[in-house]
Structures are given as C-alpha cells and as structure tokens.
C-alpha cells in the first residue's frame, strides 16, 4: 500500500532490460522473461529517468503521486514481475544500482589503436568456426541446390560447371593456419566429399583436430562401399523427395558412427513427412531447416515469421541483447572457403579475398575493420524503431535471400 504523505525511492534491477522508442517503452526481466510495455507518456518518462545515467537506476517519487493512475498499476506490475523495487526514503540512502554497460574486451576501435602491432594476438581469436568447400563435384542435381546452402549449411556445387578439387596442399596450410587457434568447429563438405581426390588422406591431416572436425554429405552419396572415418562426426543433408533405397543404405552406414541428420523443407508437408520419418527410423538426432524457394512465401509467413509472442516466449539473457547490439550472432566468428580459394564471412557477402594469397589472420583483420557479416545488426528500419529490436535474433541469411530487413510481424 502506498502512503501519500511519505516519498519513495523507486529502482530498477540491473537484470532488466530497458528499450524507449519515442513514444513507447519496453522493460524485460532477463531473468524470469517477463515484460512490460506502455506507451502512456507519463509512465514513458518515468521509465526514461530510471535509464539516466545520472541517477543510477534510481528516483525520487512521491505517495500522493504514485497513488494515482497509471503510476498505481505501474508500480503493482512493476514490483510484482520483479523488475524494481519501491522502498520509503526514510528507511534508506537512495539505493545505487550497477546499471550494465555494454563492452567488448576487442573493439574495433582499440584494433584501429593498436595497428599491426598485435594483430595475430587482437584477432585470432575470433575465428570460431571454418566452414571449408574441398571440392564441387557432384551429379545428383538437387532442385534447390543453389539455395540451400545461401540459407544453410550445405552442401553445393557452387552455381558452376566447372568442377574445382581444392589442392591438398593448399588445404594444408589452411590447418597449419588454426591448428593452435581458437577454431572450436571445423566443417568439410563439398560437393560429394567422397569424391575429393584426397579423401582417404583427411585422417592424418586432421589427426590433431579430433572431434572438431565435421563432414557434410548428402544421404545419396552413402554407398554400402562408401568409407566412412570413426573420428569424424558425418551430418547428412536430407532434401526431399526422400528414394528410399538409398535413404535405407545412408542409415545402414550411419548407424554404427557419429551421424546428425539435416532435413530441408519447403513446405508443411515435407515437415510432416519428417515428423514420420524420424519416428519411423528412430532418429534422435536432427535438425529441420525451412528453405525458401520463392515461391513459398506463405509458408514463412506462417511458420517461420515470428510474432510478439514468440519472441517473448523464452527468458533472453542480458549476455544476449548486448551480442545483437554489437555483432551478428550468426555470422560472427565463421569463415567460409570456397574450393577456388574465395573466402566469405558470410556466403551472400563479398568475398573478403582469397587464401591463395591472403591469410585467415588478414582476412579475418579485414572483416573486423570493412564489416561485410560478423557486425550487420537489426539497426534499419523497420527493426530499429521497433521495442523488440534486440530481443529478436540477429539478422540470417534468410533476411538476404528473401530480400527484406526482418522475419516478423511486429516491425512494419
């Protein structure tokens, strides 16, 4: 009950996230999920002295003020979803909250300040994963092939006739780049994989690597003859429709090794059909990755687009929000090489050189500093003059493919 003859410190907790966009306001709980959103111009400026600097997450109020609409429902809701608190300034000091404050310990700016000096030490680091194309070579001619991948991990035969076998030695000394990196994950895929020249010789070249090292190969390409290493985790690409003969012969081989399953859908019925097959065949381990073909539009719109309430729907952690305000958490940290050489920080991005003459610490410099992927944010419009601007994902390759700033239905 507030006493309109007492004042009061009003705080917000650090874990609360706050976003005012003109005339409207956004607080989220990131530690229970919760939200609160107004856009009554009063409770707007009272959240907006919460947020400055100055006073610390913290302001002075009056009862007789807060006692009255909308403050009362505010402070109710407020309180009860755990964002802040309402305490009498004569128990207490003004209370001083640790607001958090955005920072990474590589900026831009202190690379730009440190110059060649410490390049290899600045930025090395930051290459996460390597996604390298061995080879094109393949004849199954999969309708979708040359949208999978632009949307994907996949595999593909890089929109061209010429088939390209990346040199062995050339992917040597890729390795000896990131061998004592900080390369967590390290794709190989083609093409067909099995047909690189030097497939049997992949063991030792990548013995150091372990159970970094992932393949990728379409279900079709799994022969009962096909060789397949123990160390090495396979992922199968699954695009429909599904020829059961060879499907049956994928699974006979991947049975007794590592194997993940990646099912590429265009409609809800192919997502129905995997729902059966999964089941059917005891599958435990798989993804489904809707692929847009430009010609199913609805079907993103239905399924994949999303709403208030699914971007609401899961707790965001404070670690999160400040990853979309500063990079792109699907691009960051991942390096694509193509069999020619080309090398891309995201595959619908320019090239940012070739490793045939330029190495992974150069190009990975020239990325930090021309930002073609890793730093694309949600800050055009309509995303940033959206309230959920942060909380939603970061933007992918699907945004690139389909030609607009976002997948939802809140910013318009």
């Given at each position: ?62 009862g ?21 608190e ?38 090395l ?12 070579s ?36 890729i ?12 794709n ?19 013995s ?5 090292v ?16 123990p ?20 699974l ?12 590429y ?40 687009y999303?709403?208030?309430n699914?971007?609401l ?20 940290g ?5 069999p ?35 730093f ?21 390759n ?9 997948l ?5």
């Open positions: 009950m507030i006493d309109i003859n007492k004042n009061y410190w009003l705080y917000v907790l650090p874990h609360v996230y706050c976003c005012i966009k003109e005339a409207k306001a956004l607080l989220y709980n990131t530690l229970n999920g919760s939200s609160y959103v107004t856009h009554d111009s009063l409770l707007v400026d009272l959240i907006k002295s919460l947020q400055k600097k100055s006073n610390l997450g913290t302001i002075s109020c009056q007789r003020e807060l006692a009255n609409s909308p403050y009362k429902e505010f402070i109710i809701e407020f309180c009860g979803k755990e964002m802040g309402l305490i009498e300034t004569q128990f207490t000091e003004k209370p001083v909250q640790m607001m958090p404050v955005l920072n990474l310990q590589q900026d831009i700016k202190k690379l730009l300040q440190a110059g060649d000096r410490t390049i290899g030490e600045e930025v680091p930051y290459l996460q994963e390597l996604n390298i194309y061995i080879n094109n393949c004849k199954l001619e999969c309708h979708y092939c040359d949208k999978y991948f632009r949307q994907c991990l996949c595999c593909t035969t890089q929109e061209t006739v010429e088939q390209v076998a990346m040199p062995y030695s050339l992917l040597k000394t390795l000896s780049q990131i061998r004592y990196g900080a390369v967590g994950k390290l190989l895929m083609g093409g067909n994989v099995f047909e690189y020249p030097y497939y049997m010789a992949l063991p030792d070249i990548l150091g690597f372990g159970e970094y992932h393949l990728w190969n379409h279900y079709r390409h799994f022969m009962i003859d096909s060789i397949v290493f160390t090495f985790v396979y992922h199968v690409v699954v695009t429909f429709p599904i020829i059961k003969v060879a499907w049956e012969n994928c006979h081989i991947c049975r007794t090794h590592q194997a993940k399953f990646h099912f859908v265009t409609g809800i019925e192919e997502c129905e059909e995997v729902e059966k097959i999964v089941e059917l065949y005891n599958i435990d381990d798989f993804v489904i990755h809707p692929i847009y073909t430009c010609k199913n539009l609805l079907f993103f719109k239905k399924y994949i999303l709403n208030e699914d971007i729907q899961t707790k965001i952690p404070f670690r999160q929000i400040f990853i979309h305000q500063k990079m792109n958490s699907y691009s960051f991942i390096f694509t090489i193509m020619d050489g080309n090398v891309y920080a995201n595959i619908n991005a320019v090239s940012l050189g070739n490793i045939h003459r330029d190495s992974l610490l150069q190009l990975i410099y020239k990325e930090m500093l021309t930002n073609t992927a890793w694309k944010i949600r800050d055009s419009e309509p995303c940033s003059d959206c309230l959920f601007q942060y909380l939603c994902p970061s933007p992918s699907y945004e690139a493919i389909i030609g607009i700033s976002n939802c239905h809140v910013a318009r």
